[in-house]
């Protein structure tokens, strides 16, 4: 004998917009669906509850949050579950047994599938009665969750551990609320709400999750969603369309969609319910039966292309005391005779500050990066002066505004990449993953010295871009610095490796060697004579503003690539030789219309060690890639060949001076094959 036709109701707050009368197969059983839309009418909803109930096999009761935040229905959501459920004589259903599995499973499935996509993001959430699971899934991956609700705002401490500029605010303005007796709150909601509705929608603006239904969103004035995640439920087909043309990146609807039109997760728990109703109540294992029979799985919707938005941040300071003089009240103070100590060891304690915003990024793969540009007030004269843990401390504290402004990754820029173990212990530390950058900055040294060579078109580079001449390393016992070596230990004929630090030097010519090489190497404590050799000269030391080499001794036409921050090489010793070029290596031109504050480059350019802290973040690698002084060489090359992918370009290069133009070129060309004539005919008069 044939199984009856299920009946099962949907009696919503909502309005009728979407009702509906189908019959449908579904998990092996014949089903009638019905939808019934009562506009915020509670009474009629009770009736309908009650007139479905003598005929139905279960039925779901919905929208009433929905019916809210469109404002068809001011009544009290508790008072309309017991009264629809004490009117009912069939299984009620609201959905929320169902949608619990549903929403971590969504979660949990975006987060397997990209890697690391939710770690601390900022999230905003609409609705957190109806989210419970999701935020406490989301818990497990970022702190960074603010609420609209003002008692989930005032009585969640993490809400207030969100957005690093209205936390403070929040903090202050709350702190009264959170003492009042509850008699209090229940009728003073008017000025919390106030209150809370405010800093929401601050938090909301910088958001990169929102949690909510549809009604929720539209009702809170998302205007611009643009490339945001939204996490919701029974997103239709006009649903989407409208969260398409506002440019939302990705929609978690936890809601499945096993027909042609639209049900909530209510209906289907109610389905569930009328399959078992004749044997026992609900139970979790009866809706894995379900889904696991139905293959109901939520939805993850990319209505514009598939892509992620990731978050970097990077860590600055000031090269020198020179750059207080750039800041209008401090440089005016530090102008004072006697006082530029005094600032210069004073903006050393500073708390870390956001400098810049860096939006705009985009790689050609679609995926797109923002980011923070950090700043700490110490000089490398300040960090030298000091032990490594007060820039452990420093660095620390930054890596706690880059959680807090959801970052996923941080990069260590100039001398707080040197200090201490060189990133180990702050990587230890850090709330997020760090990097140095100097993987990039390797390869981006010689990739800059490489171009600049051929312009200059005096060395001979052939087409396989074999350098047929001499090149140097100083500082190549050093992380950068054997990077380098091994490099051009391959594209060179003779290679000259620099350091003081002997043995390591003589352990990293080994290596080299073990490697089949097709340069000879050579190895020295000092440059000396073999200076006057060279075609190509790489400086990188982190000498901290000391002389390594003399650039009087440097043959004519030389191309001095100098990678160390601070820089080896002065402004004054470079005017020196007009017939010499020296570049500033490791700067990348970003992909995208990428704006950013001024760090002393071309606009869109960023250094290799800043460039690798973007290039982990557009490929959605949230890992602690470099630290340490000993660089590995696979990661130089994977790097290198993830900066090609997502449009990473060799910028301009310049030198001390900024920017070298090609009539700088053709003049380093015709000081050094002038001066190469003089110094010939001096020769043969002898």
């Known amino acids: 004998m044939p199984r009856k036709r299920l009946v099962v109701v949907n009696i919503t707050l909502q309005g009728p917009e979407w009702d509906f009368d189908e019959k449908v197969t579904f998990a092996g059983r014949d089903f009638r669906l019905i939808r019934v839309g009562t506009t915020g009418d509670l009474d009629a909803a009770e009736k309908l509850v009650w007139q479905w109930s003598l005929k139905a096999d279960a039925v779901a009761v919905t ?21 629809l459920e004490t009117t009912a004589r069939v299984p009620v259903r609201d959905g929320s047994m169902l949608a619990d599995v549903l929403q971590e499973w969504a979660i949990r499935r975006v987060q397997a599938e990209m890697p690391g996509y939710f770690n601390n993001a900022r999230t905003v959430v609409l609705s957190g009665k109806n989210y419970e699971r999701t935020i406490r899934v989301l818990r497990e991956f970022t702190a960074n969750i603010d609420f609209v609700d003002p008692a989930l705002r005032t009585d969640v401490p993490i809400a207030l551990n969100t957005n690093p500029v209205v936390a403070k605010a929040a903090e202050v303005g709350m702190w009264t609320w959170r003492l009042t007796p509850g008699f209090f709150k229940d009728h003073s909601q008017g000025p919390v709400e106030w209150v809370s509705d405010k800093l929401a929608h601050r938090a909301a603006r910088d958001a990169d999750i929102i949690v909510g239904s549809y009604a929720e969103l539209m009702h809170f004035g998302l205007e611009d969603l643009a490339g945001k995640t939204v996490v919701t439920n029974a997103v239709s087909d006009g649903r989407l369309a409208e969260l398409t043309s506002r440019g939302v990146d990705l929609i978690i609807d936890a809601t499945p969609r096993p027909f042609r039109f639209m049900v909530v997760t209510a209906m289907l728990e109610a389905m569930a319910a009328a399959i078992n109703t004749e044997e026992r109540e609900l139970t979790t294992d009866d809706l894995l039966e379900l889904i696991q029979a139905a293959e109901l799985e939520p939805r993850l919707l990319r209505p514009n292309g598939d892509k992620r938005k990731s978050r970097f941040a990077f860590v600055i300071h000031p090269l020198s005391a020179q750059y207080f003089n750039n800041v209008e009240a401090i440089g005016a103070l530090s102008r004072v005779p006697g006082m530029g100590d005094v600032v210069e060891k004073a903006m050393a304690y500073i708390p870390p500050f956001i400098y810049s915003h860096v939006t705009g990024i985009e790689s050609p793969t679609g995926a797109e990066a923002e980011g923070w540009l950090i700043s700490v007030g110490g000089t490398p004269k300040e960090m030298l002066a000091h032990s490594p843990e007060f820039t452990y401390s420093r660095l620390l504290e930054a890596a706690d505004l880059a959680r807090k402004l959801g970052a996923q990754v941080m990069g260590l820029g100039a001398f707080t990449k040197v200090v201490g173990d060189a990133g180990v212990t702050v990587a230890k530390r850090a709330p997020l993953p760090v990097t140095t950058g100097n993987s990039y900055s390797a390869s981006g040294a010689l990739w800059a010295a490489h171009a600049a060579l051929r312009k200059l078109g005096i060395a001979r580079v052939d087409d396989h871009g074999i350098i047929h001449g001499k090149a140097m390393v100083v500082g190549a016992t050093g992380a950068i610095g054997s990077v380098c070596a091994r490099l051009l230990a391959l594209v060179t004929d003779e290679l000259w490796l620099v350091s003081p630090e002997t043995a390591k030097l003589l352990a990293i010519k080994k290596d080299i060697e073990s490697e089949n090489p097709r340069a000879v190497l050579h190895v020295t404590a000092r440059p000396g004579d073999a200076l006057a050799e060279m075609d190509l000269i790489v400086t990188a030391t982190s000498a901290a503003g000391n002389k390594v080499l003399d650039i009087m001794k440097v043959k004519p036409g030389c191309v001095i690539t100098d990678v160390a921050r ?57 890992e602690t890639f470099t630290v340490g002084r000993n660089i590995e060489w696979p990661k130089v090359k994977e790097i290198y060949q993830l900066g090609l992918k997502h449009g990473m370009k060799l910028a301009t290069i310049s030198g001390v001076g900024g920017v070298f133009t090609d009539d700088d070129f053709a003049r380093v060309r015709e000081a050094a094959l002038a001066a190469r004539a003089t110094a010939s005919s001096d020769a043969n008069a002898t």
């Open 63 to 83: 929208g009433v949050r929905e019916a809210q935040a469109s404002g068809v229905f001011k009544g009290d959501p508790l008072e309309v579950r017991q009264v």
């Open 566 to 622: 601070p820089l080896d090489m002065s402004a004054e010793d470079v005017a020196k030789r007009p017939d010499v070029l020296v570049i500033e290596s490791g700067e990348i031109e970003l992909p995208g219309d990428v704006h950013m504050g001024n760090i002393g480059l071309p606009a869109g350019v960023a250094y290799a060690c800043l460039a690798e802290t973007v290039v982990l973040a557009l490929e959605g690698r949230y």
